[in-house]
């Protein structure tokens, strides 16, 4: 799998792939993250990549031709080594919102092209030519497309084989079966902290069922516990997972007592 980044940072990227379980993964090249900086791609002394907008307004908008350049020269080193052209996706909050179900089918794919953009936007005639998708990462704004191409990539490398320790850990986490993950505890059994800390806003021992060994018992309250977590607080995930065929009777008649 291979990411190719356009950006304006590389650097933002570089101590991304030093740390962390994904590590592992860009190390071996299993996911291969190759920065295109876009300035290398300017024609001018200046370096320059971005102009002022036709109409006025505030910002600048990103120039095509600097963006053509980078493309041309992604393509071109794609198709020297045999490699399938992947999708270009541009981070915009125009875009759909980046959801688990889309990291998944990614995570099957060969990669993408990331558009990181900055100041007031890219030029649409390079959207309208280029980009085969725009994703969100949700109702807000940030200063370019960096940290959203983090995201994803951490995302889907996370879920490539052999880079988590267990490989059944992604199989729980929220999202994946549509409703939030349920809560967990470790050691010790009973906390012993200060009232005057915590205000005793919730029990300091561990819950009972978890340490019965009773595994199906286990399994139960799990479930539960995602359900009860996900109706309080993202109850819309509710409402997909039912219409998806994801609730199983037991689970209506759980969400039946909750109601």
């Known amino acids: 799998m291979r990411f190719d980044v356009i950006t304006l940072f590389p650097e933002l990227f570089e101590p991304f792939a030093r740390v962390g379980v994904t590590r592992r993964a860009f190390e071996t090249k299993a996911v291969d993250v190759r920065l295109w900086p876009l300035r290398e791609h300017a024609d001018d002394n200046y370096r320059r990549v ?10 600048m908008v990103m120039l095509v031709e ?23 996706i541009l981070f915009s909050p125009a875009g759909r919102p ?3 179900e889309r990291v998944q089918t990614m995570a099957n794919g060969h990669g993408a092209v990331l558009l990181c953009g900055r100041y007031e936007g890219i030029d649409q005639r390079f959207i309208d030519a280029f980009v085969d998708e725009e994703v969100s990462m949700g109702d807000y704004v940030l200063s370019g497309g960096e940290l959203p191409a983090l995201t994803l990539i951490d995302a889907v490398t996370r879920l490539q084989p052999g880079v988590l320790h267990d490989a ?42 978890l340490m019965s060994g009773h595994h199906k018992n ?5 479930r539960q516990q ?16 039912r219409a998806a065929g994801r ?13």
């Open 247 to 259: 609730l199983s009777k037991q689970d209506e008649q759980f969400l039946k007592t909750l109601l």
């Open 218 to 222: 286990i399994a139960q309250w799990r």
């Open 50 to 59: 971005d102009d002022r907008p036709f109409g006025g307004g505030p910002g």
């Open 98 to 100: 980046l959801t688990q």
């Open 168 to 209: 059944a850990s992604h199989q729980q986490d929220s999202f994946s079966d549509g409703l939030l993950d349920c809560p967990h505890y470790s050691r010790p059994e009973v906390l012993s902290l200060p009232d005057e800390l915590t205000g005793r806003r919730s029990d300091p021992a561990v819950p009972e069922v």
């Open 66 to 88: 600097p963006l053509a350049r980078c493309m041309a020269a992604i393509r071109a080193e794609q198709d020297a080594a045999n490699l399938a052209r992947t999708p270009v």
């Open 226 to 241: 995602q359900l009860a977590l996900t109706l309080a607080r993202r109850p819309e995930l509710i409402a997909a997972a």
